[in-house]
């Protein structure tokens, strides 16, 4: 007994999908190559402030694992 029209679709999409991600997976670059440029750390509260003093602690210590520099950016009232 052949298989209704919608299964068939539904392998062939199957397939496709998984055929586009093993390809995608392969263009990746790796993981040793990110980040290219420098981070932004976004702190939603005023310079100085206590949030400040530990953010730029945490971007500090950030840098140094990624060996690129993380930049503090103080944005008061941002969400």
């Not at 052949?2 to 999409?13: G, N």
């Not at 496709?16 to 290219?36: K, W």
Request: hydrophobic letters at 50%; glycine letters at 6%; proline letters at 10%.
């Amino acid at each position: 007994m052949p298989l209704p029209h919608s299964t068939h679709r539904r392998a062939l999409l199957a397939s496709a999908i998984l055929a586009l991600a093993a390809t995608v997976h392969a263009q990746a670059p790796a993981p040793a190559d990110y980040p290219v440029k420098p981070v932004t750390m976004v702190v939603p509260f005023a310079a100085g402030s206590v949030t400040d003093l530990l953010a730029r602690i945490v971007a500090q210590r950030l840098g140094d694992a990624l060996g690129q520099p993380v930049v503090v950016d103080n944005r008061a009232g941002a969400d």
